[in-house]
């Protein structure tokens, strides 16, 4: 038997909003929430904005004493994923065992925890000797994230990370929605959650040159998808989680629903570490898998959310990708790219994608891509630019384009 599979709850914690509230109202009028970089001290860098979180209290989440043993990812992930399951009206504190075995966690992250390692490093080679935490293997491993949120609310299902780069929060929506489909699992809490701004991954991502260096004095204009003066992308954070459940089990406990997850596709070029193809066509075969599988035809899809990274390469290819997958259709489909708004948060950013997506199909509202100032001729789909507007979205696409050529899309639906 397959079950259609439900989100009942989300949560956001975003460079432009704390909250998921925050973060929609931020979005939906075209709030950036890039800035100069705070976290670490980047006067020196040719590259000094990124999107960042602020006002996030972390104590909230991880105790001041366990604060120096786990990465700044770990409160993002705890504060999101508490939103989602406060939206979702579960309460683990109130679950005996048995019920707590039936939730599972899966959280797609590209980075994980690289910050608190490339910290501990740093500490070790300054002669803080002291300072380094005990805990710097377990907390440098990628796959303790999902335990860090299952430890946090007491699930005792299964606990996995899935880290497929840029695709890693959508490899883990469609993972964890295959899951509930077959039958396998219940109840979820699956999300994204990545923290790479700092000094070291800022400068690797300098030495390949896919960072902009041309906005440092003007932040919220810094990240510029599909506009014909882009320059690269602008490097970001957060976290965005969801309760994914069966339709039966959401219906049965009058949960509220925002969307339904119908279908999800994946591909891999296999051609490059970090180049695309120009073709196209691999990125266009994973949005027509996921729509195959949720059995839509693309004319009945409205509204595409974009990878949309601000790279030269990227923002070509993904238009020529998207014209691929809906032929004709593509000049009546309204897309539009987040990361202008809270720059590029890694392995986060599918989910980011998501949260924004069903947020807009619950209010109507197509959010803008902004800093569209100089529209490039090759890439010359409706980006909705620099302002939202009205518009009902009953069938979306959120596509994702990752390092190592890896393509994931999947299909969200309003359900009545």
């Known amino acids: 038997m397959e079950h259609r599979v439900v989100i009942t709850g989300i949560g956001a914690i975003s460079p432009n909003g704390v909250g998921r509230e925050a973060f929609w109202a931020a979005t939906r009028c075209g709030k950036s929430g890039v800035k100069p970089i705070s976290l670490f001290d980047a006067s020196k860098l040719p590259v000094r904005v990124a999107g960042e979180v602020t006002g996030l209290d972390s104590n909230c989440y991880v105790c001041p004493k366990d604060r120096p043993h786990v990465s700044r990812v770990v409160p993002l992930a705890l504060a999101a994923a508490e939103e989602a399951l406060q939206d979702a009206a579960i309460g683990p504190q109130?679950?005996?065992?048995?019920?707590?075995?039936?939730?599972?966690?899966?959280?797609?992250?590209?980075?994980?925890?690289?910050?608190?390692?490339?910290?501990?490093?740093?500490?070790?080679?300054?002669?803080?000797?002291?300072?380094?935490?005990?805990?710097?293997?377990?907390?440098?491993?990628?796959?303790?994230?999902?335990?860090?949120?299952s430890m946090h609310f007491g699930f005792r299902g299964s606990s996995h990370v899935i880290s497929t780069g840029c695709t890693s929060s959508s490899d883990a929506l469609g993972y964890a929605f295959r899951q509930i489909k077959y039958g396998s699992a219940s109840t979820i809490v699956v999300g994204g959650a990545d923290a790479p701004i700092s000094y070291l991954i800022v400068r690797g991502f300098i030495l390949m040159r896919i960072l902009t260096q041309s906005w440092n004095h003007a932040p919220a204009r810094a990240s510029r998808p599909f506009s014909a003066d882009r320059n690269g992308f602008v490097l970001g954070e957060g976290a965005w989680f969801f309760v994914l459940e069966s339709l039966e089990s959401a219906r049965a406990r009058g949960a509220p629903i925002y969307g339904e997850i119908a279908g999800y596709g994946s591909t891999c070029e296999a051609y490059h570490r970090v180049r695309l193809e120009e073709c196209g066509e691999e990125p266009a075969r994973a949005m027509r898998l996921a729509m195959e599988e949720a059995r839509v035809d693309s004319h009945h899809v409205q509204y595409v959310n974009l990878h949309g990274t601000a790279t030269e390469l990227n923002d070509r290819i993904e238009t020529r990708a998207v014209r691929l997958c809906f032929n004709n259709h593509a000049d009546r489909l309204a897309g539009s790219a987040l990361k202008s708004l809270i720059g590029h948060p890694q392995g986060a950013c599918g989910a980011a994608g998501v949260a924004a997506t069903l947020l807009a199909m619950r209010d109507g509202v197509l959010p803008p891509t902004i800093n569209l100032e100089t529209p490039d001729p090759e890439c010359d789909l409706d980006y909705v630019p620099d302002i939202g507007r009205r518009a009902q979205i009953n069938c979306a696409v959120v596509n994702c384009i990752g390092f190592g050529s890896k393509n994931s899309a999947l299909v969200l639906k309003k359900v009545e």
Not at 97 to 115: D, P
Not at 123 to 136: C, M, P, R
């Open 94 to 149: 109130q679950m005996n065992r048995e019920q707590l075995r039936q939730i599972s966690v899966m959280v797609g992250s590209g980075g994980g925890s690289q910050e608190f390692t490339e910290e501990q490093y740093r500490l070790y080679y300054t002669g803080q000797l002291k300072q380094v935490s005990v805990y710097t293997i377990p907390s440098s491993t990628i796959g303790t994230l999902a335990s860090e949120v």
